[in-house]
């Protein structure tokens, strides 16, 4: 299963198949990611930066990203 979740940032991806359950993403940004919550994933409680240095981290390449391309700077 794959799931997406967006801001007007970034979109981030993540593969269920993929995961091996490290627990990277929720030691690096316990306030975004919580397996015991639906949605687990709540995009809105970290920066882009933040998310995008976390991201590159998972060390089985289930979580990704993309910037979406109307990001205004």
């Known amino acids: 299963m794959k799931m997406q979740y967006k801001n007007e940032n970034i ?5 269920q198949s993929q ?3 490290a ?3 929720v030691k690096s940004l316990p306030n975004v990611y919580n397996p015991k919550e639906q949605p687990w ?3 809105e409680n970290a920066s882009s930066e933040e998310l995008t240095a ?5 060390p089985s390449g ?3 990203y993309t910037l979406n391309k109307n990001k205004d700077k």
Do not use: N, P, R, Y
């Open 11 to 15: 979109t981030i991806h993540w593969h």
């Open 19 to 21: 995961c091996i359950h």
């Open 23 to 25: 627990g990277v993403c």
């Open 41 to 43: 994933v709540k995009i």
């Open 54 to 58: 976390q991201i590159d981290k998972c």
């Open 62 to 64: 289930a979580l990704s």
